[in-house]
């Protein structure tokens, strides 16, 4: 069976299946309202015209490419040079790429958490039914298939620091990360089919493949821009990468597959879909999150460490009988809460645009703003999830922000496409794997603080993520 390249890339329905990574979304903005947040509209607002300047047609957004990616403090600094400039959270701007990869730059820019969350889109409902399928099958499997592959992790960071002083974290835990959704998933180990160990490789070439127009890999400007950010990368060059990972999807998920044919989905479409929502969402999610989850505990220091894991290890010993059990999960408000906190902070999905099908009007704090159709919105997540005006100290990785009445502020945290307060269903607008994201977060910090009292770490900022280097782990004490 032939695949696509396109599918995945650019159909509509891959576009509407659950994104869970750093993909940008392009969606669509249906309806007049100019807020789906909790925060009630609110008419009495001036009226104001949206400030901003798209500049000289061609130069303007090339210069502004360059600003974007290589300017002192980068793309927060683009967005917070502008907001500052135009005293507004909501202005005109272009996005890369630009030029000559995309003609038309032009964007509404939206910066806080009042605006936002109107760029939040409407998903396929039999495609959202075949992922809740595939999660729902696997639900037994998740957390006994995640305590084997991640004490095969462990064990081997273990060896690698007593030899080395130090262990290289993000290689040897892509491979766990597929291993473990080809467990979950579909039972199955992806390492023993003729795939083996090449998955992390081949979708971080995908990945890059697509992305490449987005993001900066840390090349010097003189060689990134021709190679990513000027001309679309021609899409033969990742051919065998993407039709080795069909294939081996192709080859497990007989099941799902079956149970899409029952919704009216083709095998070849099922097969790109499943591929997009583990490759593409899930896997770039754990790719990104667990480096930046480790990236902001290892400077909060040994304190709090502890205290997570005299936390996980009490719970499961009182509440799980010694057993890992979701029951004892929910009763950890600390673990809790530094997984949301992660996920505010560090959003592993910070771009987002969405088209306007008609005129509208949006709202931020101070201001209303007309939207005519056609134009497009973008949102930079990270400045939404710390909006000051929401948020106390936003710039900081405040570990127990969601405890107690701090959970109120849960319905700000829209990293899954919505707020954290709401699940996921068919009939709504969030990512289907919006709970499995934050259970194997969660459960990758429940692992490491089993065996680990506290640990040392060095991060160094990525393309995608963070880089972690670990150079302490000390052994569970009690």
């Known amino acids: 069976m032939s695949s696509s390249l396109t599918s995945p890339i650019v159909s509509s329905s891959l576009n ?115 992922l809740f399928y595939m999660l729902q099958s696997s639900s037994t499997r998740v957390i006994p298939k995640f305590e084997e592959t991640y004490t095969e992790l462990f064990e081997a960071l273990e060896v690698d620091l007593a030899k080395n002083g130090k262990a290289a974290f993000n290689d040897v835990a892509e491979q766990a990360a597929f291993r473990f959704l080809g467990r979950a998933y579909f039972d199955a180990n992806p390492e023993e089919t003729k795939l083996g160990k090449e998955a992390p490789k081949l979708i971080t070439l995908w990945v890059l493949f697509n992305l490449g127009p987005q993001v900066s890999i840390g090349l010097p400007w003189f060689l990134e821009e021709p190679l990513l950010h000027t001309f679309q990368l021609p899409a033969f060059l990742i051919k065998s990468s993407y039709q080795k990972l069909y294939d081996y999807f192709i080859s497990v998920a007989t099941p799902i597959f079956e149970y899409g044919a029952t919704l009216g ?74 997984v949301y906190e992660a996920l505010r902070i560090d959003p592993p999905v910070p771009l987002q645009y969405a088209k306007a099908k008609q005129d509208l009007t949006v709202e931020s704090h101070e201001a209303r703003f007309n939207v005519k159709k056609g134009e497009m919105l973008f949102g930079f997540q990270p400045f939404a999830t710390k909006d000051p005006k929401i948020f106390d100290r ?59 009292d506290s640990f040392e770490a060095e991060a160094v900022a990525s393309g995608l993520g963070a880089t972690i280097t670990l150079t302490s782990l000390t052994k569970a004490s009690f």
């Open 16 to 130: 509407n299946a659950a994104r869970l990574t750093t993909a940008v979304r392009r969606t669509a903005v249906a309806g007049t309202s100019s807020t789906v947040s909790d925060v009630n509209p609110t008419t009495d607002l001036p009226l104001r015209e949206i400030p901003g300047s798209y500049g000289i047609p061609f130069f303007s957004p090339i210069k502004d490419r360059l600003e974007y990616f290589y300017a002192a403090g980068g793309r927060e600094a683009y967005f917070k040079s502008r907001a500052d400039k135009y005293q507004s959270t909501v202005f005109r701007a272009n996005m890369p790429p630009g030029p000559f990869i995309a003609s038309n730059p032009k964007v509404i820019v939206l910066l806080d958490a009042k605006s936002f969350p109107i760029l939040f889109d409407l998903r396929h409902t039999q495609l959202k039914n075949l």
């Open 265 to 338: 989905i083709p095998t070849d479409e099922a097969a790109h879909n499943i591929l997009f929502a583990v490759c593409f969402n899930t896997f770039g999610g754990i790719k990104i999150q667990f480096p930046n989850t480790l990236k902001w505990l290892a400077p909060a220091g040994k304190d709090l460490h502890l205290k997570l894991a005299e936390e996980i290890r009490g719970v499961i010993k009182t509440v799980g009988g010694g057993t890992l059990t979701l029951a004892a999960i929910e009763q950890m408000p600390l673990l809790k809460s530094v």
């Open 394 to 452: 936003p710039e900081e990785f405040i570990p127990d922000r969601f405890v107690g009445d701090g959970e109120a502020l849960l319905k700000y945290v829209a990293w899954s496409n919505g707020p954290e307060t709401e699940d996921p269903t068919v009939a709504n607008k969030q990512c289907a794997g919006k709970n499995f994201v934050v259970l194997i977060t969660r459960l990758f910090l429940i692992e490491f603080f089993r065996r680990y």
